[in-house]
Nanobody
Framework: QVQLVESGGGLVQAGGSLRLSCAAS????????MGWYRQAPGKQRELVTI???????NYADSVKGRFTISRDNAKNTVYLQMNSLKPEDTAVYYC?????????WGQGTQVTVSS
């Protein structure tokens, strides 16, 4: 059974930083694409960033230059460093692990950016 557990969310002022973590159980981490998604109230869930098994990354235009995704395969953990946070970054942030025939979601962690 695969579980993804996010942590690191919280309340921060605009311009501040947060670091999210997502720890994965099971034996799929090293071969999985890992992603961070977010969902703001009244909006659809959207892709923030992904990182492939080899470390290639992709970012939504709205977070380029501010957010950085990284992974530690030895710790089965993916990170999201968020800098220069804006009120519009407020959302529940979800971790996802997926491959050719599977996909798993974490339970989400709330990030609130005050103006």
């Amino acid at each position: 059974q695969v579980q993804l557990v996010e942590s690191g969310g919280g309340l921060v002022q605009a311009g501040g930083s947060l670091r999210l973590s997502c720890a994965a159980s099971g034996n799929i981490f090293s071969r999985s694409v890992m992603g961070w998604y977010r969902q703001a109230p009244g909006k659809q869930r959207e892709l923030v960033t992904i990182i492939g098994p080899g470390g290639s990354t992709n970012y939504a235009d709205s977070v380029k230059g501010r957010f950085t995704i990284s992974r530690d395969n030895a710790k089965n953990t993916v990170y999201l460093q968020m800098n220069s946070l804006k009120p519009e970054d407020t959302a529940v942030y979800y971790c996802r692990a997926y491959g050719d025939n599977y996909g798993y979601w974490g339970q989400g962690t709330q990030v609130t950016v005050s103006s």
